[in-house]
């Protein structure tokens, strides 16, 4: 408890409920915006909650990669600059400074999504949505989009503590931006199973068709299996990266 909360000292004047709240406001305005324009249509309100949970899906889609990059390296710059790690392994081990970064990371993602749970909710109640609200839906939107931001936090933070110049971290996760919004574009393919910042539509239930002029939103069953592997694939990226962050020269 006492390293977590030297963590959060440290971390007081890098402002990372800052780069959070930025990240969210656009969304809240980009999607109020949205609807402010073009209210729901009487039918299209009968499925409003669904087109909400589309929308802050492609949000989070496009935003969240980059976000958690610049949050990682934030965290992380404040050892980085100062090359500080021999004078802090003195008083602090690896792992419990790696699991601080992480637990506060955490808890700043997980506010986050709860924030958007409840945005999502009273849109619907000031757009006027008459679908009922599904609550089972919007459950696992919060579990999914915690566990897929939690993971490409940890590759984040993985990168920058192993790469003293944090420009390529921050590429990367803007990169991972660009190709996750491209792998949406693809359902159903190789591309989306191996794409992790694709993993936010991968893990939504809801899926919009269009034809002939005409929305309509469905639900599908859940790919299990690919969200397995992703699991999987996070706890390997977890094992291996804290493993060469233990070795790594200071």
Request: overall charge positive.
């Amino acid at each position: 408890m006492t390293a977590f909360l030297t963590e959060i000292k440290k971390c007081r004047g890098r402002k990372l409920w800052f780069v959070y709240l930025c990240a969210f406001a656009v969304i809240l305005l980009w999607l109020g915006g949205a609807l402010s324009r073009n209210p729901l249509m009487e039918t299209e309100a009968e499925t409003g909650y669904y087109y909400l949970l589309l929308n802050y899906t492609l949000m989070n889609l496009i935003f969240f990669p980059i976000v958690l990059a610049t949050a990682a390296s934030r965290v992380c710059d404040i050892e980085n600059k100062g090359n500080t790690y021999k004078q802090l392994f003195t008083m602090q081990s690896r792992l419990s400074l790696f699991h601080c970064k992480l637990l506060l990371n955490s808890i700043y993602i997980f506010l986050f999504c709860l924030g958007e749970v409840v945005s999502l909710y009273t849109m619907g109640k000031i757009f006027h949505v008459t679908q009922e609200v599904p609550w089972k839906l919007i459950g696992w939107f919060l579990v999914s989009t915690f566990g897929v931001s939690l993971i490409l936090y940890i590759m984040q933070q993985v990168l920058s503590l192993l790469m003293a110049n944090q420009l390529m971290p921050l590429f990367i996760g803007l990169m991972g931006t660009f190709t996750g919004v491209f792998s949406a574009f693809f359902p159903n393919t190789i591309l989306t199973s191996i794409v992790p910042w694709g993993y936010y539509a991968v893990s939504s239930p809801v899926v919009m068709e269009y034809s002939r002029g005409a929305t309509t939103f469905s639900i599908v069953p859940l790919p299990f299996g690919q969200l397995l592997g992703f699991l999987i694939f996070g706890l390997a990226f977890y094992i291996i990266g804290v493993n060469r962050y233990l070795k790594k020269e200071v």
